[in-house]
């Protein structure tokens, strides 16, 4: 009975403590990556792209611009993944890929462009900042995922009244 209750306080008293220790500078660390993966860029040029303009308005929304040369099935997931989310939007910058008119949603667009952008996803936030470029492959698309998640500001709770 001696060993398990001396086994029960080293387990409060150094095991769990060092557990969660570990787990908290993981998630420390986690943070300050995307903190600076995240760090503004640039301001949106929207004039680079003249008629994105008509297509959605940029400002208070937190925007992902993604370029044709990716996989519609991957938009179309990413999209539904966070279409619920506070002041989200989606655009395509399309050249024949996607039918403007057999998409369900307002916060997903599809603007037709001549050219391509350069990269294959741009993430902006909701004061209209750059805040990382991404590239077509399955590593820079899964920390943009990641990235949207931390960007997207928080629907405010709401209040509780007491009643007095």
């Given amino acids: 009975m001696k060993y398990i209750r ?12 060092a557990i969660s220790w570990y787990y908290l500078q993981k998630g420390f660390e986690y943070r300050k990556t995307s903190y600076d993966r995240l760090q503004p860029k640039t301001t949106w040029n929207l004039q680079s792209y003249a008629n994105l303009d008509s297509v959605s ?18 938009v179309l997931k990413f999209f539904d ?4 989310s506070n002041t989200f939007q989606s655009i395509v910058i399309s050249q024949g ?36 470029y991404y590239q077509n492959t399955e590593e820079s698309l899964r920390m943009l995922i990641e990235d949207v998640a931390v960007t997207i ?12």
């Avoid at 308005?57 to 991957?74: M, P, R, W, Y």
């Fill in 6 to 17: 001396t086994g029960g306080i080293l387990l409060m008293l150094v095991v769990f403590p």
């Fill in 57 to 74: 308005s940029f400002s208070g929304k937190t925007t992902v611009l993604f370029d044709s040369e990716i996989d519609k099935a991957f």
């Fill in 81 to 84: 993944q966070f279409k619920e």
């Fill in 97 to 132: 890929k996607f039918d403007p008119d057999q998409l369900p949603e307002d916060n997903f667009k599809v603007a037709i462009a001549p050219t391509s952008l350069q990269h294959a996803a741009i993430l902006i936030d909701t004061g209209g900042v750059v805040r990382n």
């Fill in 153 to 164: 500001p928080r629907t405010p709770s709401r209040q509780i009244v007491s009643k007095k």
